[in-house]
């Protein structure tokens, strides 16, 4: 079998976007290929997967957002570069970028999926001065473009990413591989209410809800502040499930009504209580943690960001509001709160939409194609 090597600077047991993509692709893929993973320590429990080695690298205390950095070694990767096929990397951080060094010097097949825009997210991930930021922006933006030149192609989730790249002047051949969803794992509840029981909501109660790894920009601010304007008037109940590393969400603890559970390597059960998803996020590419949502039949209101603003259909499958509009974000929850009969409709068409455009088994079909034709 050829020899496949994942570089990522996300892994579980940090869980996020990036960490969940590849605990779905990884046993899949290992039936056709001998599969080695480069990945940082992080702190937690983590089971592995059957013939696939993981090779960690220490992380420090250095803090970047909620991220703490990790201190790998270019001989060892480069080491581990040369017995590969094919290096597959997942990020521009120091694995990832080590890896792509390493793959370019030795003349090794190299491709990159581009899970985000790296000089949106890094920046607005970051408190600090404008001025800051902008360098930030310029500095990311710059290293992604030198990185993603080296690559022999580049794995975008949207056309709408291929041609943001595009405009920067990555002109890396690319193709689009939709991310997945497990729709059998992620499925609507039999009984909502005993979904809630099953978590300690009560069963009467209507949730709002956000799920993933919560960062600044994702701006929870925003939905804290949107349910604050209406949940009297529905008695109803905010759930937030996700690692929060950076201390985002300690300004809600204090408010009885607002719901905050932390990382788990299961988010069905949460998804599954709520009754309507928020996405707030200021940037985003495909999102997974909205297509599980969707894939769950929940009602979504989302940003207009990234690939999102394409699969989700205002009135169709979802809604939307602009970044940061508290306001207009609670006028459209304040209607689905009280129009039960919207939030089934929506609901049922955000499900079929994961169910016909997103499943796991093209992804990986996408995927083979891609390290078969290298």
Known sequence: MKKLLIATDCFLPRWDGIARFLNEVIPALSEHYEIKVLAPAFHGKFEGYIDVEVVRFPVSRIMVADYPLPRPSYNEIKKHVLEADIVWTQTIGPVGAMAIIAARR???????????????????????????????????????????????????????????????????????????????????????????????????????????????????????????????????????AGQDLGGATDRFKANPNVIIKGATNNIVPYLQAMDIYVLPSLTETSSLSTMEAMSCQLAVVSTPVGYVKDYIKEGFNGMFFQKRNAHELAKKLDMLLGDSITRKRLGENARRTIIDKFSWDKTIEELRDVFDRL
């Open 106 to 240: 030795n003349k090794k097949k190299l491709v990159a999926y581009t899970h985000s825009i790296e000089w949106e997210l890094f920046p607005r991930s970051l408190q600090t001065l404008k001025p800051i930021k902008w360098l930030i922006h310029k500095s990311a933006s710059y290293i992604t473009k030198h990185l993603y030149k080296k690559c022999n192609m580049l794995l975008v989730p949207s056309s709408s990413i291929a041609e943001i790249l595009e405009r920067k002047g990555i002109h890396t051949p690319k193709k689009i591989v939709h991310l997945g969803t497990n729709t059998k794992m992620f499925s609507p509840p039999e009984s909502k209410k005993k979904a809630k029981e099953k978590i300690g909501i009560e069963p009467d109660k209507l949730v709002i809800g956000f799920a993933g790894r919560i960062g600044l920009e994702k701006d929870l601010v925003t939905l804290y502040r949107a349910f604050g304007r209406i949940h009297r008037r529905h008695d109803a109940a905010l759930l937030i």
